[in-house]
């Protein structure tokens, strides 16, 4: 897969995860100002932490213009189609499920070609991943989902894991970067439908 594929998976992840942002700030009530401004950092937030790790400046989600564009559509959409979105059941989790799986990929991907390590690569898949996620839940004064008991990291890690033994094996390039993204978010999916959890440390709580 080119790498141009791979700007792709980036950009449908940037989509999914400013979805993310701006349909969870409408439901907290934000201004318009807001729900743009949390659904760029939810969108660009892990690949800006990404790109600062492996210094890799400036951040393409900061210096390349299509991320902060994507973003803006993103949340014009979600303004645009608030009605629609109700019909929607769970849709920050729905949206944050896609983004997953992409951003492990291509985060995962970059990491892997400039550093050619894989445990620093797998690690920044996730993190690439995650950290959106994260910076969301922070601004909207929520505790972030990777910090509960649901199968969130664990995805993310899975699909990193996925691209980057194919990647560093040769395996065929047009597959790996998909089969990798869908794994993520079926396990985050089927987690979310089934109620899958990590169990809590110490044990379960008494009665």
Known sequence: MSHGWFV???????????????????ERRLDLF?????????ACGGGIVRDLCLGSLPPAGIA??????????AAALA???????????HPVLVFDAVGLG?????????AMAMTGNIEASIALGTVSAVGGGVLRDVLLNRVPVI???EVYAMAALLGACIQVVGQSRGWNNALIPWLGSGCCALVRFVSMRRGWALPVAGGPQPD
């Open 147 to 149: 910090l509960q008991r």
């Open 79 to 89: 303004l645009g189609s608030r009605a629609l979105l109700r019909h929607v059941q």
């Open 34 to 42: 807001g729900v743009v401004v949390v659904a760029y950092v939810t």
């Open 64 to 73: 390349q213009w299509r991320y902060a564009a994507v973003a803006g559509l």
């Open 102 to 110: 992409f951003f492990a990929v291509a985060g995962a991907h970059k």
């Open 8 to 26: 792709l998976l980036d950009l449908l992840g940037t989509f999914a995860f400013a979805l993310s942002g701006a349909t969870a700030s409408i």
